[in-house]
């Protein structure tokens, strides 16, 4: 009997990488959970009251276009409304504008080490992702990327900062990747991780976009604002792909609570905690990259709210990683990245990051396999 069949690219697209779910099932004890780049603190209690507001009006469609919440971001940052589209978090969008834009026989390309749903959202669309090499100490390198670029490339994708590596590209370079690329060329920037950036040459890519018709900029309330499950991302565009986006998009893809949510996000209070959280973040993650490297490992400098760590070969990481399970703590492994003597440890609590670290010091003195 014939059944339908998916295109086979479909058939061979592996499932997305989650994080273990064993800490989410944890039964003793509480978990450190430092494998999905979720942001410790909880919601403030002004976010969650707007949430359980919105939520009293359940049975109601919410506002298909964001409207207040495209006002207001426009307003925080200082952009046209009318360029925001709003999604189900920023992969959702990633995936519209590989849809919209690439298809069968042409090419996405990015980084060697970039984030993995740019690779599952061409094979979506029917095209073939491409990965360009990676340049020292895990960074992207420009001039591979443009190196890479054929007449079959339709997007480029940056995560900036990069993840898992944190590692940043300047505006300069931002600058220099979009001189470089053909017109036809959209260039993605995800800057998912924009608001834990402290360094002083780095511009999430809103003045990119500004500057042409072919560059669009990704950002998402799950990370710093602390709304994972709100499931609330944005991007910012030129009006001509903003158009092809809210042709796409399913309409009302963002819930009532999870938009108010968000608008709460953006108060003034709420958004002078989001400055504490980027300096608490730098500080935490510099003692936490000086404690691991007094234990002779290699942490990667980081602009995100996370720190790459290396061991001294895929056995040792798994190592590692389990013997720091059977203490209740989850980083995240990185043998999908082709990084399987690494893993990479979300910032935390003051608490929890001290926990690791000393974890990782009893675990170091004991007798870790090494090699590849």
Known sequence: MKTPTPRPAIVDLAPYPVASARAATESTGTPIRLNQNERAARPSERVVAAFARA???ANRYPDGGCGRLRARIAEVHGLDAARIVCGN???????LLACAYAGGGDEILTGQFAYLYFDTAARIAGATPVRAPAGPDLG??????????????RMVCVDNPGNPTGRMLAADAVRALRRGLRDDILLVLDAAYAEYVTAADYEPGAAVVEDGENTV????????????AARVGWAYCPAAVAEVLNRVRLPNNITGPSQAAALAALAPEERQRVTGLRAQNDALR????DDLGALGLTAYPSQGSYVLVRFAGRGAAQATGAALQDRGIYGRAMAAYDLA??????????TEM????EALKRIQGMALPGGG
């Open 354 to 357: 001290a926990a690791v670290a």
């Open 140 to 153: 992207i390198d420009i001039e591979a990327l443009l190196d890479a670029v054929t007449p079959r490339t």
């Open 341 to 350: 003597d690494c893993i990479r440890f979300t910032v935390g609590t003051e």
């Open 55 to 57: 939520a009293a009006d």
């Open 217 to 228: 900029m990704l950002r998402t309330f799950s990370k710093i604002h602390g709304l994972a």
């Open 286 to 289: 510099r003692r936490f990259c």
């Open 89 to 95: 978090g920023s992969g959702e969008l990633v995936a």
